[in-house]
């Protein structure tokens, strides 16, 4: 328990001089303009609009994969938080219906935030600054608790994200916006607590409904005993583990070349008593790299999220913005919610096709900033 706490304060000692490090890197901002054609526009609407075209034609020809969404109405009304069905129970692997299925996951992952992010910016367009436009916004923002996936979280992740984009714009009213997101988060969360509350107790008893908040903070926040847990891990096949748990970040892995093995999350829940918990990424960068490198992948995404905040508040591009956003919450959550598996696995399968297709992405006299170190912004 004493190892415990001191790799969770070196984890947060290294995270506060990273932070520090990056702002004072970034005190020398030089401004360029660069003129881009409405071409590149015309391109990202075009991608976009097919991509989103796609995702329409694979959600009616593989109905089974429906049922891996819910509406935030049918979530309450099951009196269940987990949704019990996943395509991948009703189809082979390598079948047409999976292969279909997996594509959609993979494409809706990311155009659920781009979609709304271009339809956002429209109605920003047509009605700067007033309580209309604003409204209309907060509808779009609503259409993410109509498609709730087996990750409950991601949806409030979405949310959130599109609000400060939304804010971003709406300046004169991102008091209001942020006060709306808080209540809105609010009362989804502890309804969702009295949801699984009611059902752990149900399944699995509970003494007392403290017993019950703690171990869902350490499902989603991982605390000392997480970290403990770390320690207990066996020691064998390291590398093996290792390899095995970057390959399982990869899109359509067992269609393409399926392997067989067990990653550090299997590893960890596979242990007495730590089913449904999360590993910490402290501790798995103790069991690979050793207690004086176990920060190393924490100082990592802590620099990208402050390096990709600055570039959020930086660039003229709105379509970047969004992506940055989502970059600088994701690598934000690595340390202390989420561990680097799902960090990486929502990097590769959802960020970078969100670089990607933003790439072709610009106003039409978009002034880009450069910072110190030479990044273009």
Known sequence: MNKAVFLMTYEMIVCFVVVAYVLNNNKRVHNRNKSHGKVTFKIYGFLLLSLTGACVLLWFAFPVVQGNYRTVFELFASKIKDNPYTYYDYVGVGSAERIGSTLFEFLFSFIRILLPAYIIQHIYYKHPDRTLGLFLCLIVIGLQFLFISGAVAYTLVTTLVLFIFTANMYTKHRTKLYAYVSIICVVFVVALFSLKYAESTRYYGMNSMWEYLSQWFNSYFSGVDNVSASFFLPAHNK???????????????????????????????????????????????????????????????????????????????????????????????????????????????????????????????????????????
Do not use: C
């Not at 596979?270 to 207690?291: C, E, H």
């Open 239 to 377: 590398m093996r583990s290792f390899l095995y748990t970057l390959y399982t970040t990869i899109p359509f892995r067992n269609t393409l070349f399926p392997l067989e093995g067990e990653s550090i999350v299997t590893l960890f829940t596979g242990m007495s008593g730590l089913g449904g918990q999360i590993p910490s990424t402290i501790g798995i960068g103790n069991y690979y790299f050793t207690a004086i490198f176990a920060p190393i992948i924490s100082a990592i995404t802590t620099y990208f999220s402050v390096q990709y905040s600055i570039r959020y508040e930086l660039t003229a591009n709105k379509w970047k913005k969004i992506t940055y956003i989502y970059l600088a919450l994701l690598m934000s959550q690595s340390v202390g919610m989420y561990n680097i598996v799902i960090v990486l696995t929502a990097f590769v399968q959802r960020i970078i096709p969100m670089l990607i297709i933003s790439s072709f992405a610009s106003d039409e006299h978009e002034n880009h900033n450069t910072d110190k170190i030479g990044a273009p912004i």
